[in-house]
């Protein structure tokens, strides 16, 4: 197994906290790991599987995790160049060009405020400038994402949520969606238009006895919604407006 790297991006709803709690809710055999909201890479490395699928509606996320598996140094290299000459002119500049190369999207990450990726309803990033120092690239990082990204099976694709129609159950998915009750907003169209059909997804592989398990906040309509699944309350200090957010995971064991 690689060694254990942190993500490369700070994305909100990012699971590093909460990993080891996670992770052993997940089969000790799977043949095809899904992770379709995969977001800023915290799960799936933790992860033992033959195969790996890992998608987003985000492509700057997945042209990242791309470019760091085929030619990370290069990747090093330029963002280092942007990242030496930050100021608020530069990345307002940059923030403006509304279509970035996994260099300047890593820029933006960085040197925005709290690291906030947030696009408005025309899809125009608009998270102010953060004022804080940037360090330079961890190269040994990036080295060792590059390591697990090619020592293991792993298909990168950006797609919206659809079932695949292979799915089966000796595979398994971990969902981390937009959290029921937020706007969502890491893609222009947010989420919860869909939301409903994607839960309505998620019971028909619980139907076909494909496992998963399910990262969420504690709301009523999930509650409502998967009143049939084992539901575990996790601990997080995370706190939305201070009000301290309850997570959980909704798990359905497939036919073990
Ligand atoms: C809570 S984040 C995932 C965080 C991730 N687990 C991590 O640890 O960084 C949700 C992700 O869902 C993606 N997303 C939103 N709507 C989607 C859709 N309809 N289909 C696929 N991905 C979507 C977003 O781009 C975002 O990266």
């Not at 909460?18 to 977001?39: H, M, N, S, V, W």
């Not at 140094?73 to 996994?102: M, V």
Request: proline share 6%; with cysteine; net charge neutral.
């Amino acid at each position: 197994m690689s060694e254990v790297f942190k993500p490369p991006i700070k994305w909100v709803g990012g699971k590093s906290s909460l990993i080891q709690q996670i992770q052993p809710l997940f089969p000790r055999d799977i043949a095809t790991f899904y992770e379709p909201f995969l977001g800023g890479f915290s799960v799936a490395q933790h992860v033992q599987a033959d195969r790996f699928v890992l998608s987003d509606a985000n492509p700057l996320l997945i042209d990242l995790c791309r470019a760091i598996s085929m030619d990370w140094e290069g990747l090093a290299d330029e963002t280092d160049q942007i990242f030496s000459t930050n100021s608020k002119d530069q990345y307002l500049k940059i923030r403006a060009l509304g279509d970035w190369t996994p260099a300047q999207f890593l820029y933006l990450n960085r040197a925005s405020w709290r690291g906030l990726w947030r696009l408005n309803k025309s899809g125009q990033m608009n998270t102010p400038y953060g004022e804080g120092k940037i360090h330079l690239v961890d190269r040994v990082n990036m080295r060792k994402m590059n390591q697990w990204l090619n020592h293991n099976d792993v298909e990168l694709v950006h797609k919206l949520w659809a079932i695949p129609k292979e799915a089966g159950p000796t595979d398994f998915f971990y969902f981390d969606p937009p959290y029921d009750g937020t706007w969502g907003g890491y893609t222009p169209n947010g989420f919860s238009s869909v939301q409903a059909n994607f839960f309505r997804d998620c019971l028909d592989l619980a139907d076909r006895g494909i496992p998963w398990v399910m990262s969420n906040s504690d709301t009523p309509e999930m509650r409502g919604v998967f009143r049939d699944f084992e539901i575990k309350e996790l601990s997080t200090n995370r706190s939305i407006n201070s009000k301290k957010r309850v997570e959980i995971v909704i798990i359905n064991r497939g036919r073990q």
